[in-house]
């Protein structure tokens, strides 16, 4: 059983590009949670996702973040135009129906120049 | 007041010692406790969840929570130098929804 997949693993923009992050649950998993752990400090929750829905927001950036996650394949975290503070480590973890545990993804590692 | 706090460490101990990692939490209303172990440059690991109030043992680890209290602790027994680590508390704050808040991580040392 294949655990939480993310691609890329590490992902280099330059500064007014856009990142495009994927996330594919493990099987059997439907909710998607996306995290961020800036350099030296703790992760932070970002959003939490169902199949076509966006359950919490609460921790996403008001301006130039986004996330998906479509009916068919992975969820997707954008973010549009990165500046330098958006270089961090963005995890993302999967849940079965039901339950709280969450499982992380191996994270993509996003640096800005 | 941070919603979910750990001391940062280092914790060193001695190999075959044993580890006691401490987090506290803000919100009486949470329910759901976990820990997470994330080595250097890797993603975090799941540890245990404990729910209720008491003891719950998995191996070499034991988690105690203690709601009115409002902490949770991970113990390890017959700490190994692998198990050199960070060691992350999430907390289900307020218990709505699915949204976990991290404590900063205990970073652990084990000498052999």
């Known amino acids: 059983n294949a655990g939480v997949m993310q691609n890329p693993r590490h992902l280099v923009r330059r500064r007014g590009q856009e990142a495009r992050l994927r996330c594919s649950p493990m099987k059997g998993h439907s909710h998607v949670y996306w995290y961020r752990q800036l350099p030296e400090e703790g992760l932070k929750f970002m959003v939490y996702?169902?199949?076509?829905?966006?359950?919490?927001e609460s921790g996403m950036p008001k301006e130039r973040f986004s996330a998906e996650f479509p009916k068919e394949g992975p969820s997707i975290l954008r973010i549009q135009q990165v500046v330098r503070g958006d270089s961090a480590a963005y995890f993302c973890a999967s849940s079965p129906m039901g339950r709280e545990t969450q499982y992380f993804g191996p994270g993509t590692r996003l640096l800005v120049l | 007041q941070k919603e979910v706090e750990q001391n940062s460490g280092p914790l060193s101990v001695p190999e075959g010692a044993i580890a006691s990692l401490n987090c506290t939490y803000s919100?009486?209303?949470?329910?759901?406790f976990f820990w997470y172990r994330q080595y250097s440059g890797k993603s975090p690991e799941l540890i245990m969840s404990?729910?209720?109030?008491g003891d719950k043992e998995d191996g070499r680890f034991t988690a105690q929570l203690n709601k009115a209290s409002q902490y949770v602790s991970l113990l390890i027994r017959d700490s190994q130098p692998s198990d050199s680590a960070t060691y992350l508390c999430a907390v289900n704050i307020g218990g709505a929804g699915n949204k976990l808040t991290f404590g900063g991580g205990t970073r652990v040392l084990v000498k052999p």
């Open positions: 996702l169902q199949k076509e829905n966006i359950i919490d």
């Open positions: 919100d009486r209303v949470s329910q759901s």
């Open positions: 404990i729910y209720s109030n």
